[in-house]
């Protein structure tokens, strides 16, 4: 290998100047594609940033995983960058905030939905952002369809956090997320885990970030952030609380030298690993991409958790899949590995009922594409519902979803079902 070779592959393999390389504006994807690249492309990528929800940020680490030849099919690509040509209009059932976490905050920055578990969200920033962000109301910058909804310092709710922590003994299960907690300084990162950790009532402390599938060189290069992991991890293995690094990969072709050197590393340095993926539509959305997926996450000792069937997010209805797919791609799952290492399907119910088994319905009904869900644990007076995509349809039946009194009527007839069937086991 040359030494300007191998200048630019050290380069490439340090977190620090994946970040300052980031390619945030069209005309920087543009030099990434090639001066030949076809102009209207460009435009329906522009136009596709004009209607998203999400700021564009990608990694070079990302972009070079793009099959650059089958652009509007790549898997990577369709998690990332949104082009024009596919936006679907939402499901009319669409709202901003469709899980409610705001409405089950009782503290600015922390999210109390389970009696026993709470949502740490200590940073409105990630490496990357995903089209398909269920916080796409407050993560990362404006954009020009949605004005997000800032927080205020994290260090301004931090002492505010840990009062309500401290105060709340029944809460022994804190996930610490946002944004992504990649993008905490290392001093931060130690900061929250050890306050935590101060807290006896606190059992289990999870870190989720999708990192170390969009830059995993950041394990292996930035030694001082993963110290920090490493050191909370190890203090509370010694106070008897399970710490855990909780993943996000959505396709096999995620795992690359640079991922399977930085799980390696945090296995070897005590981490425990679990994966969550979304369902996605011409991302993983095929039994055999999500056996493949499961294997390789399996060989890294990541354990596959969940699946989500992704939420109601606008500009993304393309991207759904329906109840009906979710269950048959978890039963072809079934058995062709350890439990332990099949992940769950579930539906992360929109208006606040937290998750349910996708197989879990009250009442299903193909035709309309409406599930119904009972939270019992959570919420036990209400009923859920999750809309398959229209587009998973047929033509009378989105017909329906878009006349406002035959939706009332869809809506009411399924809960109306949903309660018969409640009533009767």
Not at 24 to 50: F, P
Request: net charge neutral; glycine share 6%; aromatic share 8%.
């Amino acid at each position: 290998m040359s030494r300007i070779a191998h200048e630019m592959r050290h380069e490439f393999a340090d977190a620090a100047w994946q970040e300052r390389h980031a390619v945030t504006r069209v005309d920087q994807l543009r030099e990434w594609m090639g001066v030949d690249t076809d102009g209207s492309l460009m435009r329906d990528i522009q136009l596709g940033l004009a209607r998203a929800p999400m700021a564009m940020r990608i990694t070079p680490y990302l972009l070079n995983l793009i099959d650059w030849s089958n652009f509007l099919q790549d898997p990577i690509r369709k998690q990332f960058i949104p082009v024009g040509s596919e936006i679907l209009p939402s499901h009319p059932l669409l709202k901003m905030d469709s899980l409610h976490e705001r409405e089950s905050s009782p503290v600015d920055g922390l999210v109390h939905r389970y009696q026993d578990k709470a949502l740490l969200l200590a940073t409105d920033r990630c490496p990357v952002y995903c089209r398909f962000c269920t916080r796409s109301y407050s993560v990362g910058l404006d954009t020009q369809s949605v004005s997000k909804k800032r927080a205020s310092p994290f260090q301004m709710r931090w002492d505010t956090i840990l009062a309500y922590l401290r105060a709340t003994p029944v809460i022994v299960d804190v996930v610490v997320s946002g944004g992504d907690c990649f993008r905490l300084k290392p001093s931060r990162l130690l900061a929250v885990g050890m306050g935590l950790l101060s807290i006896p009532s606190i059992r289990r402390i999870r870190f989720a970030t999708k990192g170390l599938a969009v830059l995993p060189m950041k394990v292996t290069s930035d030694h001082e952030w993963t110290d920090a992991l490493v050191n909370i991890s190890d203090a509370g293995r010694n106070q008897g609380v399970e710490i855990s690094f909780h993943t996000h990969f959505n396709h096999p072709g995620e795992i690359t030298d640079y991922t399977i050197a930085a799980a390696e590393l945090l296995f070897k340095r005590g981490i425990r690993m679990r994966n969550q993926s979304v369902l996605l539509a011409g991302v993983n959305d095929d039994p055999e991409v999500m056996k493949q997926l499961v294997k390789k996450l399996s060989d890294l000792d990541v354990q596959p958790y969940y699946v989500y069937t992704c939420d109601l997010v606008d500009g993304i209805e393309h991207m759904r899949c329906s109840v009906r797919l979710a269950c048959q791609i978890e039963k072809a799952l079934r058995g062709i590995t350890a439990g332990y290492n099949t992940p769950l399907f579930v539906v992360d119910t929109p208006g606040g009922g937290g998750k349910r088994d996708v197989h879990s319905f009250e009442h299903y009904d193909r035709q309309t594409g409406l599930a119904v869900y009972q939270a019992p644990s959570v919420r036990p007076d209400q009923l859920f519902t999750y809309p398959d995509p229209l587009q998973s349809l047929s033509p009378d039946a989105q017909a329906a979803w878009l006349d406002p009194q035959r939706a009332k009527r869809i809506l009411s007839d399924a809960v109306e079902a949903a309660r018969v069937k409640s009533m009767a086991v």
